[in-house]
């Protein structure tokens, strides 16, 4: 059975500090998302990750992909109030006819960043 | 990116009742995806709808209790059949784009007393 494990699960910051969020996955992929959902809100793709070794930056926040170790990083740079949210990471199994095929979802980091 | 829209976007449903949820592309996709997000958790996949063959359920869910329609390549229906209160949560549908990414449509929140 795949497993997704994000840690931390909550995670209080002060703004203009760093930190990352881990995700680990335990059978083989090489599609690993990021999501960002708001209280009361859908879910906001925020990162791809195809292929080992992707890293990819948008604002604060940079995402990289270790398909050797099952392991993604999701780094926020400098947080401000306004990245406070739940981030889920997912993770892309049976790729058939095409298909990305299903997600899997880690459990969430609740991100809570104080002034 | 892709437009999804979700009928209705919550509900209020009394046990034993049925609740058919609508989800609305923008345009045309292949698969698309029905979740469910139970109150403080993270999304389980309930099951995936293929346009013109039946749908393909998770481990733990059943069509009987969650029929699934996909008669065309924009829209899709999930039926919440006999429900009960555990049956409360979020209902979103997603669809992917090939090399971009799965969308997910604003959900429907279903409470049942």
């Known amino acids: 059975e795949l497993k997704v494990e994000q840690n931390p699960l909550f995670l209080s910051m002060q703004e203009g500090k760093n930190y990352t969020i881990y995700c680990n996955y335990s059978?083989?992929?090489?599609?690993l998302y990021w999501y960002r959902q708001d209280p009361g809100k859908s879910l906001e793709s925020l990162f791809v990750l195809l292929s080992n070794g992707a890293v990819k930056q948008e604002g604060r926040l940079m995402a990289s992909l270790d398909t050797k170790a099952r392991l993604s990083t999701l780094h926020i740079t400098a947080a401000v109030h306004d990245l406070s949210a739940t981030y889920f990471c997912?993770?892309?199994?049976?790729?058939?006819?095409?298909?990305?095929?299903?997600?899997?979802f880690g459990k969430g980091t609740k991100l809570s960043v104080k002034p | 990116s892709a437009v999804i829209s979700q009928k209705p976007s919550r509900d209020i449903c009394q046990r034993g009742t049925s609740l058919t949820i609508q989800c609305q592309v923008d345009s045309q996709v292949t698969m698309m995806f029905w979740y469910r997000q139970q109150p403080g958790q993270s999304l389980t996949l309930i099951a995936t709808a293929n346009q013109g063959s039946e749908a393909t359920y998770e481990s733990g869910f059943v069509i009987d209790k969650f029929p699934i329609s996909r008669p065309n390549l924009t829209f899709s229906t999930l039926t919440v059949s006999n429900m009960s209160p555990e049956d409360s949560s979020i209902y979103l549908c997603?669809?992917?784009?090939?090399?971009?990414?799965?969308?997910f449509g604003p959900g429907t929140r279903l409470l049942v007393l």
């Open positions: 997603s669809v992917e784009r090939v090399a971009e990414t799965q969308y």
């Open positions: 997912a993770v892309g199994i049976g790729f058939y006819g095409g298909s990305q095929g299903n997600l899997i």
């Open positions: 059978t083989t992929s090489d599609r």
